[in-house]
């Protein structure tokens, strides 16, 4: 059974510590700065994959800093991403994170994770965030694909329309909310 609790982070608001300058590195700065490019993050490795070098100049919130990761990288930080191929240097990662009671995500290691990064469909301001408990990310992402798919694309001008429609709703918030969920009631029926 599936436990987790869906959570989204505004990580402009949070440092974020992200360890490994390889091919996992770059996968998990290149999610985190896909869904929240104004996330202050500082990656830590001895060496740094020139793609994420590339990537990071498009950051102005992206420090790279080039070593071997110490327990004192955590300092000042909310999250941290362990992407490293050496599972000793990740575990290293998560003590020194459960120790200072800071949230660690282990590529490839579940049971390491106090959170998992999720797949993600994103059409405007509406995002979907999918999880298989660590199970399969391969799943996930086609899940993804099918939600990119079958979503429309003037999801945002509903979006926007629903904001203006409960901008100007008179009542409390139970009126609010059942009138709310009468409209939607209603677009959900037409795409029938």
Not at 13 to 36: F, M, P, Q
Not at 47 to 62: G, R, T, Y
Not at 129 to 143: D, V, W
Request: charged fraction near 25%; aromatic fraction near 6%; hydrophobic fraction near 40%.
């Amino acid at each position: 059974m599936n436990n987790l609790f869906p959570i989204f982070l505004k990580l402009e608001n949070l440092n974020t510590l992200i360890v490994g300058g390889g091919y996992v590195g770059l996968e998990k700065i290149t999610a985190v700065l896909t869904n929240s490019p104004e996330a202050k993050i500082k990656l830590v490795a001895p060496e740094i994959k020139e793609e994420i070098v590339s990537l990071s100049s498009d950051f102005p919130n992206v420090i790279l800093v080039y070593k071997v990761f110490e327990d004192s990288d955590l300092e000042h930080m909310d999250l941290v991403i362990a992407g490293t191929s050496i599972k000793e240097v990740n575990i290293q990662v998560r003590n020194a994170a459960k120790s200072r009671k800071i949230l660690s995500n282990i590529a490839d290691t579940p049971d390491l994770c106090d959170f998992y990064l999720s797949s993600v469909v994103k059409k405007g301001d509406l995002k979907i965030a999918i999880s298989t408990n660590g199970q399969s990310p391969t799943m996930a992402k086609r899940l993804r694909e099918m939600f990119e798919e079958i979503i429309p694309e003037g999801t945002q001008n509903l979006l926007n329309n629903l904001k203006a429609v409960r901008e100007k709703l008179k009542g409390d918030f139970e009126y609010k909310v059942n009138k709310l969920n009468e409209i939607t009631t209603v677009i959900r029926n037409e795409e029938k």
